[in-house]
């Protein structure tokens, strides 16, 4: 079965560097998506991107966030200058094209650990 | 404020029974409600998605209803089972945008004991 692949699993990084967390949608799916989930909290939305372009985001998704389809199956959530509070677990979902009036599962990675020094 | 509450609490329950958990949302009118279930460390599974127009959502052992004057969702499994163990999250789509920016419920974490 396809599934959404996150790549690294755990990523340490001391605060100000910046990090790239890498995803690989399912292949025939159009909409793509950023979440993180600090411990014990819940799942946020962070960015939708369809047609390579961004859809929506949240205030969470400041400047210091970016995202990019760098080719035709890589989905990339870029962090310029992380901070103490980055530190979570970010996944990555993808969802098949919108059906008219209704709305798609999301299939979500395993996410990437991103632990800050 | 919008709120999207799921009991916080974790809920134990015996195999064979029946869980039902709930999600109540205010100041939000979602046109469907998504339920995912959610291991430690692992990404979010979807299970059902329930429409405005729809009462209730059943799949295998699992059974959504979705009351849109009680703003408020509840999933069923019945004959639970050790593996049903997990996190259950509900979730929506605030403003039916279509883009499918979901906002989910803090979780409610099910114990299932043999």
């Known amino acids: 079965e396809p599934e959404v692949t996150q790549t690294p699993s755990h990523q340490v990084t001391q605060m100000g560097q910046e990090v790239i967390l890498r995803c690989v949608p399912i292949?025939?799916?159009?909409?793509f998506y950023w979440y993180r989930q600090i411990l014990g909290q819940k799942v946020e939305f962070l960015v939708s991107?369809?047609?390579?372009?961004?859809?929506?985001k949240s205030e969470i998704f400041d400047d210091q966030f970016s995202v990019e389809r760098p080719d035709g199956s890589n989905f990339t959530l870029k962090i310029r200058s992380t901070k103490l509070e980055d530190s979570a677990m970010y996944f990555c979902?993808?969802?098949?094209?919108?059906?008219?009036?209704?709305?798609?599962?999301?299939?979500f990675g395993p996410g990437t650990r991103l632990t800050v020094l | 404020s919008q709120k999207i509450e799921q009991n916080s609490e974790a809920l134990n329950i015996q195999e064979g029974k029946t869980a039902t958990l709930t999600c109540n949302y205010t100041?939000?009118?979602?046109?469907?409600l998504q339920w995912y279930r959610q291991d430690p460390g692992r990404g979010p599974v979807f299970l059902l998605l329930?429409?405005?127009?729809?009462k209730e959502k059943r799949k295998e052992r699992l059974k959504v209803t979705f009351d849109t004057t009680l703003k408020q969702s509840l999933f069923h499994i019945t004959a639970s089972q050790p593996a049903d163990s997990a996190t259950y999250l509900c979730?929506?789509?605030?403003?039916?945008?279509?883009?499918?920016?979901?906002?989910f419920g803090t979780g409610t974490r099910l114990l299932v004991s043999p």
């Open positions: 979902a993808s969802s098949e094209a919108l059906l008219a009036g209704g709305n798609n599962e999301q299939f």
């Open positions: 292949s025939n799916h159009l909409y």
């Open positions: 991107f369809y047609n390579n372009e961004i859809s929506e």
């Open positions: 100041n939000y009118s979602p046109a469907y």
């Open positions: 329930i429409r405005e127009n729809e």
């Open positions: 979730a929506l789509d605030p403003w039916n945008t279509g883009f499918q920016k979901l906002v």
